[in-house]
Structure formats: C-alpha cells, structure tokens
C-alpha cells in the first residue's frame, strides 16, 4: 500500500481531519483536508468536529489548534519543527512595558508560545493584524515577537504609538533588498509580492503586501503574468497549482523555512499510525492563552 493510501486509511479509521500550512512541502499539502495560512488555519481548527485535528505545521500552530478545540486530540508529524521566532519575546519586557504604558496593548503574533500569549491582550496573524489592532481602544501597543510585521503595521496605523520587539523570522530576513532588485532586472514586468515578516527594505519595494494567503489570492486575481514571490516558497505549490499559465519567482534560493520542511508523509503516517506527539497544553496555560486567541477571532472576522 502507498504511503498516501495508508495516510487515507488510518484518516478515516481515527476520524482524523489533515491541516497544513503553505509551508511545508508540496505533497504534504497535497494530502491535507485543509491548507491555509495561519489564520484560516486556526479558523478550522476552532471549528472542526473531527475527533483528530493532524497539523502539518510548527509547534505554536499544533499548541493553538489544541488551546481553541481543548476536547480534540491534536498530533503533529514531527515535534521538533518549532519556529525560532516565537520564543523572541520577553516576559520581563512585557511587565516593565505595562508598569510604563497604563493603557498598553499587548498584541501578540499567533507565532509565540502558548507562555508568551498568556501575557497577551489580543493575538494577531499577518492576515488580520491591522484591523485588528486599528479596532483596539489602547493607543500604546507593545507588539511581539516580530519586529518586521509590527513596523509594517505601525506604518498603517499612524494613529498608534508602538514599542518593538527584536524577534525576526530568519528566513524572511535573509530575502534581502538587493535579491530582490536582481530578480527585478531578470524579470522587469513581474510585480513583487511581499510577506510583511520581510524587512522594511524588502517592504518598500513591493506591490503588493500580505499574509501567504493574501499572496495567492492577489496573484490569482491579477491580470499580471508574473510575480516576484518574497515569503517561504512553499507557497508556490498552491500559486503554480491556482495559475499553471502565470510565472512566479522566487527572489533568493534561501526562501526554505526548515522547521516546516521537517515534515514528511511518512512523518504524517506514522504519527495517524502510532497516535504519537500528542500536543498538551496544560490548562491553567491554556485558559489564559485562550483568552488572546479567542479575541482575535472575534475581532478579526
Ligand atoms: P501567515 O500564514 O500568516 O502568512 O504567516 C506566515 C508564517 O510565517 C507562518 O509561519
Ligand atoms: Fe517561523 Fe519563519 Fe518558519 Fe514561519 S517561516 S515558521 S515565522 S521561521
């Protein structure tokens, strides 16, 4: 039997539902009953009935789907795939924050540990966080962990005052402004799409900004031909299936995020098989965590 029929099999013997982010690799996506970016992703996973949610993704994206749906058991093909960037922020500064600033916000990027969103007011993701931190009352936002998402925000919400923080995502980092002007040269028509984790550099030169799945459904809906792609090029899997007649370039050779790309389909088989790397939040953790994330889904539909 294929890896794919036995992943099918044991899918329904567990009444296991498959999520899984644009990241991880084409045939993961391929598989999966849901592929999304986090946003959506958390969406679904507040929302489905299945018994198993299987998530295709980092660690704060599994420990989210089991802080949202506490009574589903949530399993990750490889526990090991974290994000280095949800653990760059600071419990400490976030305290000295709130003694300095009475009417704080502290909005928090669904890329953090289930700790860190426990200090939060309200989480956000790359798709939802200007609107919602343009309907919070407070005027002093501390946002963590990503310093690139949070500047490109403040920029769109003048009426704010932000305080950074220093975590980054180090593969959007790496896509540097002068990769971007090569790729322009090789490729003068296309328009440049860029993930606000990309720096301020990047930013500047782009025509479009937006979460991965802004990404796809500006590209779709474009009557342009080409694009150049400035985000983790997982998502191409999904661009190139949506438009088999539009080119789409990514702008460095660096644009692999390796904690997604831990996951394979032999990893999801045998996690479905085993019913191994069950994520557990503990539930004092879990309430308080809770709290910012049901606050976003509220605030950002
Ligand atoms: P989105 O899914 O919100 O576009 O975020 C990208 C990301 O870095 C997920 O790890
Ligand atoms: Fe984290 Fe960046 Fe990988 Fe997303 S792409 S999981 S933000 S390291």
């Keep these: 039997m294929s890896t794919i029929d036995k992943i099918k099999e044991l899918k329904q013997q567990r009444n296991a539902v498959i999520l899984a ?6 045939e ?19 929302k489905e009935e299945a018994d198993v949610i299987l998530f295709c993704g980092v660690s704060f994206m599994g420990e989210s789907a089991k802080i949202l749906s506490p009574q589903k058991t949530v399993i990750m093909p490889d526990m090991q795939a974290d994000c280095p960037m949800a653990h760059m922020a600071d419990i400490k500064k976030i305290q000295q924050m709130r003694e300095k600033y009475e009417d704080l916000a502290v909005v928090c990027y669904i890329n953090s540990t289930a700790e860190l969103k426990t200090y939060s007011d309200v989480c ?31 920029s769109k919400a003048p009426e704010k005052q932000f305080i950074f923080n220093d975590g980054f995502c180090h593969v959007h980092a790496e896509i540097a402004a002068e990769h971007v002007k090569k790729a322009k ?6 328009l440049v799409l860029v993930h606000p984790e990309c720096t301020p550099s990047v930013v500047e030169m ?13 590209a779709t809906s474009s009557k342009e031909q080409e694009f150049i792609i400035c985000t983790e090029s997982g998502v191409l899997y999904e661009l190139r299936q949506k438009n088999p007649h539009k080119r789409f370039y990514p702008a460095g050779n660096q644009q692999f995020c390796p904690n997604m790309k831990r996951i394979t389909l032999d990893k999801v088989a045998a996690a479905l098989e085993q019913m191994t790397n069950v994520v557990e939040v503990e539930e004092e953790v879990r ?15």
């Excluded at 782009?206 to 802004?214: E, F, L, Q």
Aim: overall charge negative; charged content about 20%; proline content about 4%.
């Design 287 to 301: 309430i308080r965590a809770n709290r910012p994330l049901e606050r976003m889904l509220e605030l950002g539909s």
């Design 124 to 154: 956000v993701t790359s798709a939802n966080a200007l609107k919602i931190v343009k309907r919070l009352p407070n005027e002093h936002i501390f946002f963590i962990p990503d310093e690139n998402l949070g500047r490109y925000i403040a």
């Design 21 to 26: 982010h644009y990241y991880v690799e084409d």
């Design 206 to 218: 782009a025509d479009y900004i937006g979460s991965t799945s802004g990404i796809i459904d500006f």
């Design 185 to 190: 040269e090789a490729h003068p028509q296309a």
């Design 28 to 46: 993961v996506q391929a598989i999966a009953d849901y592929v999304g970016d986090s946003f959506y992703l958390s969406k679904i996973a507040a």
